[in-house]
């Protein structure tokens, strides 16, 4: 094992600390809940972190299962990490921790992540008020695509694209769903503008503006849908 320390306390949560409580080894987790990355993906989403502690974090999760690393074969030759079914049980300690966290009363002047951004649309997720069960979206996010699958109960997206043709299509920026995160911009605003498109069957278009208005503008008025 590498050198880290143990707060020597047999309660869950010391021994849990034990293994994902240095500086930085959640944010990679996070960074990993919707699929796999390469190293330099894992680096530039997490700009503040220097590459020998990143490498030192992943062993250190890989020594305790919470990371595997994976070769694709020639003519690839990529590394990739990606969660085990240990790390990927985290998810809702992480979700909880972010819907906590976002009520801290001051804001740090970092950006937020494409990963941020999406798992808090998981987090605002409320099988209750949601609609577009079955359907299937993509999110074209600058040269990224993400699919998004709603049940009755649940919300799943991952770093891939859609398993069959999607209802609707979403086409933005990360700086534009970053000025609409931050309420520089309405939804409604960013598609007038021409930088944000969203295209598909009605309903389905209804369905992805109630998910990302529940997470960027939670107010009961918010209903406003995009016209393009």
């Known amino acids: 094992m590498s050198g880290m320390r143990s707060y020597g306390d047999p309660c869950g949560v010391a021994r849990g600390l034990d293994v994902i409580g240095e500086r930085w080894a959640l944010l990679v987790v996070r960074d990993l809940l919707l699929g796999p990355k390469r190293f330099n993906d894992l680096h530039a989403g997490l700009p503040g972190v220097s590459p020998n502690v990143l490498n030192?974090?992943?062993?250190?999760?890989?020594?305790?299962?919470i990371v595997q690393r994976r070769d694709l074969p020639p003519p690839a030759r990529v590394r990739l990490y990606?969660?085990?079914?240990?790390g990927r049980s985290l998810e809702p300690v992480l979700l909880h921790l972010g819907r906590w966290g976002s009520q801290?009363?001051?804001?740090?002047?970092?950006?937020?992540?494409?990963?941020s951004i999406l798992l808090s649309i998981k987090a605002s997720f409320d099988p209750v008020r949601a609609t577009g069960s079955g359907c299937v979206y993509e999110l074209c996010i600058d040269a990224d695509t993400y699919c998004v699958e709603v049940t009755d109960d649940s919300l799943h997206i991952s770093r891939d694209t859609a398993p069959r043709p999607p209802d609707a299509t979403?086409?933005?920026?990360?700086?534009?769903?970053?000025a609409i995160s931050d309420h520089r911009i309405t939804l409604a605003?960013?598609?007038?503008?021409?930088?944000?498109?969203?295209?598909?069957a009605e309903h389905a278009k209804q369905g992805l503006t109630g998910l990302l208005l529940a997470t960027f503008d939670p107010s009961p008025?918010?209903?406003?849908?995009?016209r393009r």
Do not use: K, M, N, Y
Request: proline letters at 6%.
């Open 56 to 65: 030192q974090r992943l062993r250190e999760l890989t020594e305790h299962g």
């Open 82 to 86: 990606e969660l085990t079914d240990r």
């Open 104 to 115: 801290a009363p001051t804001t740090p002047d970092g950006a937020l992540g494409i990963d």
């Open 170 to 178: 979403l086409v933005t920026t990360l700086d534009t769903l970053r």
């Open 189 to 200: 605003a960013a598609s007038d503008s021409g930088s944000l498109h969203l295209d598909g």
């Open 221 to 226: 008025h918010a209903t406003d849908v995009p």
